[in-house]
């Protein structure tokens, strides 16, 4: 948290580009604003929410480049709140959806 006003996420994993996220809350209080940059020179917004479990992070509307494809990740808590199973979409017109590929997060036990 940055002075519990910003989430920073800082992302390195084989194979994937190195990656950071800034997380707000979004004005409306209903949801969150994500920018993301990566290693690849990739910059984009993205907007968050959380209902029954469920975590959605959506790409509609142009931000830093143009939209020239629509992105979404989708991903399910496990019950125990230490699993996201989910995986990234992408859509050429925002109504037909792909799967792209499959992303699970999970919290590790630190000693």
Same mark, same amino acid.
């Given at each position: 948290?940055?002075?519990?006003?910003? @989430? @920073?996420?800082?992302?390195?994993?084989?194979? /994937?580009?190195?990656?950071? /996220?800034?997380?707000?809350?979004?004005?409306?209080?209903?949801?969150?604003?994500?920018?993301?940059?990566?290693?690849?020179?990739? =910059?984009?917004?993205?907007?968050?929410?959380? +209902?029954?479990?469920? *975590?959605?992070?959506?790409?509609?509307?142009?931000?830093?480049?143009? @939209?020239?494809? *629509?992105?979404?990740?989708?991903?399910?808590?496990?019950?125990?709140?230490?699993?996201?199973?989910? =995986? *990234?979409?992408?859509? +050429?017109?925002?109504?037909? *959806?792909?799967?792209?590929?499959?992303?699970?997060?999970?919290? @590790?036990?630190?000693?």
């Amino acid at each position: 948290m940055i002075d519990g006003q910003y @989430l @920073l996420e800082r992302s390195t994993l084989p194979g /994937a580009p190195t990656s950071v /996220a800034i997380v707000s809350v979004d004005p409306s209080g209903k949801s969150y604003t994500e920018h993301y940059f990566d290693s690849r020179g990739v =910059a984009r917004v993205y907007r968050m929410t959380f +209902a029954n479990g469920d *975590w959605t992070l959506l790409r509609d509307s142009p931000d830093f480049t143009p @939209l020239d494809f *629509w992105q979404r990740y989708r991903g399910r808590f496990s019950r125990d709140g230490k699993v996201i199973n989910g =995986a *990234w979409e992408t859509s +050429a017109d925002g109504s037909r *959806w792909e799967h792209d590929f499959n992303l699970t997060y999970t919290k @590790l036990d630190r000693p």
